[in-house]
């Protein structure tokens, strides 16, 4: 049953009262604008103090609780003579505190009673009461009545959409007239004051009689409402019927006079640009069957649209025009010399690249003017991926078109949607094409490593079909319903980690890998680029913004810790503005030089201080290098013996290649640490170590790698793992500023590791002054330019013995310390 809900306080709960409670008495709680009746489920909600009292010590008691109305609902602290004399004990069926202090409740009335007397009134109304017992309940009279009753509130029900039609199922069942009276009551949309005098009506005939009066007064209201609702409805729908009509008429009078003569104009058109235009064969016949179903198919077909659209693509495709294809190699060269910095075998990879272009195009080769092959540029975020395409695309007098595929992950994206599906379109690769105009654009496919998959297909082995030159002479997209020649698109890809390429479509490209800025590159990148762009893009002219003696070296090595430029350029932008804000709002004469003093006013305080880094030797820390799709980043490795049960516990997130790489780290030391004379010369301060051998059966190894928010996986930094471990349990500190990087193996050799040129970057940038290198990355080491490593101590070693001394001091290092050779002109 539903009830309204009161103004202010309500309560329920089946209970006892409080201790010291005469037994007859119970809680009472007052009620404004609301009358609770016997079989009444109602909720409530109680606000006042003392009301909350009450409705709580029912509930936790267990005891009744008696619900009476006040006689005026805008008295907020009631007395005994303001609250009416007969009311409804109830109980209290479910009790919730809400975050405002006040209580919810949800209360079930029980029975009619009248109040004797008020045993108390602090600190809630206890009263005593007896229950009211109608003379004449079990009259025929009253069944009579209550028949009667009943059959005047199933139209009650039927009139007033706010009941439900199970209402009157539970006034049909009820054979008690005194429940009768007390369900429909409840269910009785009138003031409160009528609901209170039905429940002060000692007389069940009297309480049937009025509520007979009470629902034809009801019934004849609703009645006439519903009758006025419907003659206004009904003449509004009507009118509405007459105008639609009218207005249809009007468009079909229109489409029969003007109809077949637009329509033999949009057909005739799109044959003439058949009978113009250089289309495929079975584009040729894909057209003339399309326009056959447009010449036969009524104006008002939902298929005219659809075959529109598909006529609207076929026609905007390119069919076979080409831009000139003509590649001067050594234009191209100057090009990229003078847009992109540095990169030198990015460059001349991509010379090579179209040299051999060049070279098929004078030979008359068969297919494409360019090779077997799709490049990829790999590298960071912000090396200029995406800027060296588009440099090409320039350089080369080609158009232009950008395809992303971060988050793709719907096989239709590629190939198209089959024009069943209502919205269809073609793939985003014809896309391009039509947005290019010709058949040999330059097309990036941005982020490639990013592509997804689901239950929609795979979007990865769509693409395969388009990148591989064997099969995308005849690629078929599932809108166009027609192949289409792809060979002679010229296609880069980009991607910031090749491990997210799937393997399938990785072994189709041929990747270029675009490694991180060192800081001198950085420096020239944003004098030649940087500046002169942010300066022109604020408004400024050149020369209105001067950056002091060191404050360019300042913003990089203070305000930026990326692998390539872009929050390089976002601190010069963010000087750039301030200048000219101080400009116009303050009278600053330009030029205005910014000095590396003036930073902190600019770009606030510097995010990256090479003072973070330790200076003083530490027990059980380590630092190795890590190679991220950010760049290089320095790693702190941190071991100590706790307390435990001899096992090898690792934090930090660590991947399962990372984790594997530490236990074979421990596995090395457990193995060599008492009969390797060197290892054992280290652990002569460890308690650890007794004549009977390592002794660890109730110390934990616990290796932590910080930032664990952070996800860190690979085998390279096992040799900082070793010697964090080993420094912990001999309690031998290790030397400040060495980094290293390496795998180990359980025999203690170390293996070679990837991603040098970053790494030796980040251990510059951090302040590192010697490195530990595998011995097998010496070749890798030649090739970096040496502003890489100009400032390093370079230490390779084969075996985990060799590197004992330059981490932990003691013998001398060995001559295998050495600064690497100039670098080759061999490309990477």
Same mark, same amino acid.
């Given at each position: 049953?539903?009830?309204?809900?009161?103004?202010?306080?309500?309560?329920?709960?089946?209970?006892?009262?409080?201790?010291?409670?005469?037994?007859?008495?119970?809680?009472?709680?007052?009620?404004?604008?609301?009358?609770?009746?016997?079989?009444?489920?109602?909720?409530?909600?109680?606000?006042?103090?003392?009301?909350?009292?009450?409705?709580?010590?029912?509930?936790?008691?267990?005891?009744?609780?008696?619900?009476?109305?006040?006689?005026?609902?805008?008295?907020?602290?009631?007395?005994?003579?303001?609250?009416?004399?007969?009311?409804?004990?109830?109980?209290?069926?479910?009790?919730?505190?809400?975050?405002?202090?006040?209580?919810?409740?949800?209360?079930?009335?029980?029975?009619?009673?009248?109040?004797?007397?008020?045993?108390?009134?602090?600190?809630?109304?206890?009263?005593?009461?007896?229950?009211?017992?109608?003379?004449?309940?079990?009259?025929?009279?009253?069944?009579?009545?209550?028949?009667?009753?009943?059959?005047?509130?199933?139209?009650?029900?039927?009139?007033?959409?706010?009941?439900?039609?199970?209402?009157?199922?539970?006034?049909?069942?009820?054979?008690?007239?005194?429940?009768?009276?007390?369900?429909?009551?409840?269910?009785?949309?009138?003031?409160?004051?009528?609901?209170?005098?039905?429940?002060?009506?000692?007389?069940?005939?009297?309480?049937?009689?009025?509520?007979?009066?009470?629902?034809?007064?009801?019934?004849?209201?609703?009645?006439?409402?519903?009758?006025?609702?419907?003659?206004?409805?009904?003449?509004?729908?009507?009118?509405?019927?007459?105008?639609?009509?009218?207005?249809?008429?009007?468009?079909?009078?229109?489409?029969?006079?003007?109809?077949?003569?637009?329509?033999?104009?949009?057909?005739?058109?799109?044959?003439?640009?058949?009978?113009?235009?250089?289309?495929?064969?079975?584009?040729?016949?894909?057209?003339?069957?399309?326009?056959?179903?447009?010449?036969?198919?009524?104006?008002?077909?939902?298929?005219?649209?659809?075959?529109?659209?598909?006529?609207?693509?076929?026609?905007?495709?390119?069919?076979?025009?080409?831009?000139?294809?003509?590649?001067?190699?050594?234009?191209?060269?100057?090009?990229?010399?003078?847009?992109?910095?540095?990169?030198?075998?990015?460059?001349?990879?991509?010379?090579?690249?179209?040299?051999?272009?060049?070279?098929?195009?004078?030979?008359?080769?068969?297919?494409?003017?360019?090779?077997?092959?799709?490049?990829?540029?790999?590298?960071?975020?912000?090396?200029?991926?995406?800027?060296?395409?588009?440099?090409?695309?320039?350089?080369?007098?080609?158009?232009?078109?950008?395809?992303?595929?971060?988050?793709?992950?719907?096989?239709?994206?590629?190939?198209?949607?089959?024009?069943?599906?209502?919205?269809?379109?073609?793939?985003?690769?014809?896309?391009?094409?039509?947005?290019?105009?010709?058949?040999?654009?330059?097309?990036?496919?941005?982020?490639?490593?990013?592509?997804?998959?689901?239950?929609?297909?795979?979007?990865?082995?769509?693409?395969?079909?388009?990148?591989?030159?064997?099969?995308?002479?005849?690629?078929?997209?599932?809108?166009?319903?027609?192949?289409?020649?792809?060979?002679?698109?010229?296609?880069?890809?980009?991607?910031?980690?090749?491990?997210?390429?799937?393997?399938?479509?990785?072994?189709?490209?041929?990747?270029?890998?675009?490694?991180?800025?060192?800081?001198? !590159?950085?420096?020239?990148? /944003?004098?030649? $680029? &940087?500046?002169?762009?942010?300066? @022109? *893009?604020?408004? =400024? +002219?050149?020369?209105?913004?001067?950056?002091?003696?060191?404050?360019?070296?300042?913003?990089?090595?203070?305000?930026?810790?990326?692998?390539?430029?872009?929050?390089?350029?976002?601190?010069?932008?963010?000087?750039?503005?301030?200048?000219?804000?101080?400009?116009?709002?303050?009278?600053?004469?330009?030029?205005?030089?910014?000095?590396?003093?003036?930073?902190?006013?600019?770009?606030?305080?510097?995010?990256?201080?090479?003072?973070?880094?330790?200076?003083?030797?530490?027990?059980?820390?380590?630092?190795?290098?890590?190679?991220?799709?950010?760049?290089?980043?320095?790693?702190?490795?941190?071991?100590?013996?706790?307390?435990?049960?001899?096992?090898?516990?690792?934090?930090?997130?660590?991947?399962?290649?990372?984790? !594997?790489?530490?236990?074979? /780290?421990?596995? $090395? &030391?457990?193995?060599?640490?008492? @009969? *390797?004379?060197? =290892? +054992?010369?280290?652990?002569?301060?460890?308690?650890?170590?007794?004549?009977?051998?390592?002794?660890?059966?109730?110390?934990?190894?616990?290796?932590?790698?910080?930032?664990?928010?952070?996800?860190?996986?690979?085998?390279?930094?096992?040799?900082?793992?070793?010697?964090?471990?080993?420094?912990?349990?001999?309690?031998?500190?290790?030397?400040?500023?060495?980094?290293?990087?390496?795998?180990?193996?359980?025999?203690?050799?170390?293996?070679?590791?990837?991603?040098?040129?970053?790494?030796?970057?980040?251990?510059?940038?951090?302040?590192?002054?010697?490195?530990?290198?595998?011995?097998?990355?010496?070749?890798?080491?030649?090739?970096?330019?040496?502003?890489?490593?100009?400032?390093?101590?370079?230490?390779?070693?084969?075996?985990?013995?060799?590197?004992?001394?330059?981490?932990?001091?003691?013998?001398?290092?060995?001559?295998?310390?050495? +600064?690497?050779?100039?670098?080759?002109?061999?490309?990477?």
């Amino acid at each position: 049953m539903t009830p309204s809900l009161p103004d202010g306080d309500a309560a329920a709960a089946d209970g006892a009262v409080s201790a010291g409670v005469p037994a007859a008495a119970l809680p009472l709680l007052p009620t404004r604008e609301l009358v609770v009746f016997p079989k009444m489920v109602a909720p409530l909600f109680v606000g006042r103090e003392k009301s909350i009292q009450a409705i709580e010590a029912a509930f936790n008691e267990k005891t009744p609780l008696i619900l009476s109305s006040q006689r005026e609902a805008s008295v907020e602290y009631p007395g005994a003579d303001d609250i009416m004399p007969v009311g409804t004990r109830v109980s209290v069926l479910q009790l919730f505190k809400l975050p405002d202090g006040s209580v919810k409740a949800l209360v079930e009335g029980q029975e009619r009673v009248r109040i004797e007397g008020f045993e108390s009134t602090e600190p809630f109304f206890l009263v005593s009461s007896k229950p009211l017992a109608p003379p004449d309940r079990a009259l025929v009279r009253c069944r009579s009545l209550a028949r009667r009753v009943a059959a005047e509130f199933a139209s009650y029900v039927q009139l007033n959409p706010q009941l439900a039609d199970e209402v009157q199922y539970v006034v049909s069942q009820s054979d008690d007239p005194e429940e009768t009276a007390d369900v429909v009551a409840a269910h009785l949309q009138i003031d409160t004051a009528e609901k209170q005098a039905l429940l002060e009506m000692e007389s069940t005939q009297e309480r049937l009689l009025a509520l007979i009066e009470a629902l034809a007064e009801e019934n004849a209201v609703l009645g006439m409402e519903h009758e006025i609702v419907s003659k206004v409805q009904q003449r509004i729908e009507s009118a509405q019927r007459q105008l639609f009509l009218h207005e249809k008429l009007r468009v079909i009078r229109d489409e029969i006079e003007e109809g077949g003569e637009s329509s033999d104009e949009e057909t005739a058109e799109y044959a003439l640009r058949l009978a113009e235009g250089r289309l495929s064969p079975a584009a040729h016949k894909l057209v003339e069957r399309e326009l056959r179903k447009l010449r036969q198919a009524s104006p008002m077909s939902p298929e005219v649209a659809v075959t529109r659209g598909l006529l609207d693509t076929v026609f905007d495709l390119p069919w076979g025009r080409l831009a000139p294809a003509d590649v001067d190699v050594a234009a191209v060269a100057r090009h990229l010399e003078h847009t992109h910095y540095g990169l030198k075998d990015v460059k001349d990879r991509i010379l090579e690249y179209l040299a051999v272009c060049k070279m098929r195009a004078e030979a008359g080769a068969a297919g494409a003017d360019h090779p077997a092959t799709i490049l990829c540029l790999a590298g960071p975020p912000g090396t200029g991926k995406s800027s060296v395409a588009q440099a090409i695309a320039d350089a080369l007098g080609r158009p232009f078109a950008r395809i992303a595929l971060g988050g793709v992950r719907d096989e239709a994206e590629i190939r198209g949607h089959r024009r069943t599906y209502v919205g269809a379109m073609p793939g985003r690769v014809l896309e391009g094409l039509a947005k290019a105009g010709v058949d040999n654009p330059v097309i990036l496919l941005d982020e490639i490593d990013k592509l997804d998959s689901d239950w929609r297909g795979n979007p990865a082995a769509a693409l395969m079909e388009v990148l591989d030159p064997a099969h995308n002479t005849s690629f078929r997209d599932n809108y166009l319903e027609c192949e289409y020649d792809l060979s002679r698109v010229f296609f880069i890809a980009t991607a910031n980690d090749i491990e997210g390429i799937p393997h399938t479509l990785y072994d189709r490209l041929e990747v270029i890998h675009l490694s991180g800025y060192t800081l001198a !590159e950085k420096l020239a990148i /944003a004098r030649t $680029h &940087l500046i002169p762009r942010t300066v @022109r *893009d604020t408004g =400024l +002219r050149r020369g209105d913004v001067k950056l002091g003696r060191g404050a360019l070296q300042a913003i990089v090595r203070g305000y930026t810790r990326e692998a390539g430029v872009r929050e390089l350029e976002r601190a010069l932008r963010r000087i750039e503005r301030k200048v000219a804000r101080q400009h116009l709002e303050d009278g600053a004469a330009l030029p205005l030089t910014v000095g590396a003093d003036d930073l902190r006013a600019y770009l606030g305080e510097a995010l990256w201080l090479d003072a973070e880094l330790r200076r003083t030797a530490r027990v059980g820390e380590s630092l190795g290098l890590a190679y991220t799709s950010d760049g290089g980043e320095v790693l702190t490795v941190e071991a100590i013996i706790a307390r435990g049960r001899g096992e090898l516990v690792l934090t930090g997130q660590l991947g399962d290649v990372m984790q !594997e790489s530490a236990s074979a /780290a421990w596995g $090395h &030391l457990l193995a060599n640490v008492e @009969r *390797d004379a060197a =290892l +054992r010369g280290l652990m002569r301060r460890s308690p650890h170590l007794t004549k009977e051998g390592l002794d660890l059966a109730t110390q934990d190894v616990r290796v932590h790698v910080p930032e664990g928010a952070v996800p860190k996986d690979g085998p390279s930094a096992g040799l900082a793992l070793a010697v964090a471990m080993l420094s912990a349990l001999g309690r031998v500190p290790v030397k400040p500023r060495v980094a290293m990087t390496g795998e180990i193996t359980l025999g203690g050799r170390i293996l070679r590791v990837g991603g040098l040129k970053e790494k030796l970057l980040a251990a510059s940038r951090s302040g590192i002054r010697t490195v530990l290198l595998p011995g097998s990355n010496r070749g890798t080491v030649a090739e970096l330019p040496p502003d890489v490593v100009g400032r390093l101590k370079l230490v390779y070693v084969d075996k985990f013995e060799d590197a004992l001394p330059h981490v932990f001091g003691g013998r001398r290092a060995p001559a295998a310390s050495q +600064r690497p050779p100039a670098r080759s002109s061999v490309a990477r």
